[in-house]
C-alpha cells in the first residue's frame, strides 16, 4: 500500500492565527509519519504539530517493509526515517529540529524561563539520545498490554531515571504548562503501559495525566484502529 494522504483535523484558524498571524497564511506544513501504533518518533512529531495549532497535511507510510524509507525519501526525508516535516517543500527530518523549527512560530513550545527551557531541552536530548535499552526492550506497541519485556538492569536504570524526571513534575507536567518535554515522554509512558511497568507517587499520577492528555488519546485511538500488524514489535503476552 502507498502512502495515505489525510488532512489533520485542523484548529480553528483564528486560534493559531493568534500564535503568529503570518504562519497561516506563509506556510505549507506537511507531516510524513509512520505508523501510529508503532512508531514513538511519528506520535512525538504529530503532537508537537497539534499542541502547536498550526494546520498540516499528514502522509502515513508503512513502516519496516522493503521499501518503506526508501518511500520516506521520495517524500523528502533524507534518511528514511519519520518523521519529516516538510515546511513550503523543505524537509526537516528529525524531532528536534521539528520542534526547534515549531518553537520559533509557537513559542509555547518550550518554556518561557530561559534556564527551565535549557532544562526542558536537556530532557528532549536525553530522551532523543538516551533510553536505549528501554526502546530496544519495550518496542512501541500503543494498543497492545500486558506484554513481556526482558528487563535488564540497564532497562530498570533507564526506568529509574524517568521515573526520577516524572517524579519532579510541577504540580502537573513537567515545567508546569504542558510542552515539548512532556510530548518527549508520551510514547515512553505508552511504553509503560505496554510492558506493566509500575511507578509509584508522582511519577505513576504524571504517568497517568500524560497518557490522559487528549493528544496523546487521540493518537492512541487512531494506532488502535490501524490494521497493520509488524510481527516484530508483538512482544509475547504475560
Ligand atoms: N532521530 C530521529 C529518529 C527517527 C526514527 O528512528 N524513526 C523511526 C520510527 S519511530 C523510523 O523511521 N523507523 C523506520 C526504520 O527504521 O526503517 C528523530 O528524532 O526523528
Not at 528501554?134 to 518496542?139: D, L, N, Q
Not at 509503560?192 to 511507578?199: A, I, M, Q
Amino acid at each position: 500500500m502507498g502512502p495515505i494522504e489525510q488532512v489533520s483535523r485542523r484548529p480553528s484558524p483564528a486560534s493559531a492565527a493568534a500564535e503568529d498571524p503570518s504562519a497561516i497564511a506563509t506556510s505549507d506544513l506537511r507531516l510524513i509519519i509512520g505508523n501510529k501504533n508503532y512508531s514513538s518518533w511519528s506520535m512525538r512529531g504529530w503532537m508537537l504539530l497539534r499542541f502547536a495549532e498550526l494546520p498540516f497535511t499528514e502522509v502515513s507510510v508503512d513502516l519496516y517493509r522493503p521499501d518503506s524509507r526508501e518511500r520516506v525519501v521520495g517524500l523528502g526525508g533524507q534518511t528514511g526515517l519519520v518523521p519529516v516535516l516538510v515546511a513550503d517543500g523543505h524537509p526537516i527530518w528529525d524531532t528536534l529540529a521539528i520542534t526547534e523549527y515549531l518553537f520559533e512560530r509557537c513559542p509555547r513550545i518550550w518554556p518561557s524561563d530561559q534556564l527551565d527551557r535549557a532544562r526542558a531541552r536537556s530532557y528532549a536530548g536525553e530522551v532523543h539520545s538516551g533510553l536505549n535499552a528501554v526502546r530496544a526492550a519495550m518496542p512501541c506497541n500503543t494498543r497492545a498490554r500486558d506484554r513481556i519485556a526482558d528487563r535488564t538492569e540497564e532497562v530498570d536504570a533507564e526506568i529509574e531515571r524517568v521515573a526520577e524526571i516524572w517524579r519532579s513534575n510541577e504540580g502537573g507536567w513537567l515545567f508546569g504548562d504542558f510542552c515539548a518535554a512532556d510530548i518527549m515522554f508520551a510514547p515512553v509512558a505508552a511504553r509503560f503501559r505496554t510492558y506493566g511497568v509500575s511507578l509509584e507517587g508522582p511519577a505513576l499520577d504524571y504517568w497517568r495525566r500524560l497518557l490522559a492528555h487528549p493528544l496523546a488519546e487521540e493518537w492512541f485511538d487512531l494506532g488502535e484502529a490501524e490494521p497493520m500488524v509488524i510481527e516484530q514489535f508483538e512482544l509475547p503476552h504475560r
